[in-house]
């Protein structure tokens, strides 16, 4: 299966942008999906994650507040709501999934996941 990341753009600060992560395979059965960030000359971030069945969500300290995961179980859709983005926020965001069920602690880690999208550029402009 594969996953394909949507929602990126240019916005300016203060504003919102909404990613989008489609699983090719609608009958693929996910446990879990995150997203994470890599921005020109960092590591890669942990952003966000859910445990899909539960719906239980994991935020990295950098978005609490202002960032929102969401998931279709129908469409085999996530999504992740951005607002109140800042400049910091640039970054190339990708999805990630996992058929199994990560315990809580392993969550944020990029190790729980097997599956990986592309990428969607964001840039947040001051």
């Known amino acids: 299966v594969q996953l394909q990341a949507s929602g990126g753009g240019l916005v300016q600060t203060g504003g919102s942008l909404r990613l989008s992560c489609a699983a090719s395979?609608?009958?693929?059965?996910?446990?879990?999906m995150a997203w994470f960030r890599q921005a020109p000359g960092k590591e890669r971030e942990f952003v966000a994650a859910?445990?899909?069945?539960?719906?239980?969500?994991y935020y990295g300290d950098s978005v609490k507040g202002r960032f929102t995961i969401s998931r279709d179980n129908v469409k085999m859709t996530g999504s992740l709501q951005m607002s109140s983005l800042k400049p910091e926020d640039t970054a190339v965001y990708y999805c990630?999934?996992?058929?199994?069920?990560?315990?809580?602690?392993?969550?944020?880690?990029?190790?729980?996941?097997?599956?990986w999208g592309q990428g969607t550029q964001v840039t947040v402009s001051s």
């Open positions: 395979d609608r009958t693929f059965s996910i446990g879990g």
């Open positions: 990630a999934a996992t058929q199994s069920r990560p315990i809580v602690s392993a969550m944020p880690r990029e190790d729980s996941y097997n599956y």
């Open positions: 859910i445990r899909w069945r539960e719906r239980n969500t």
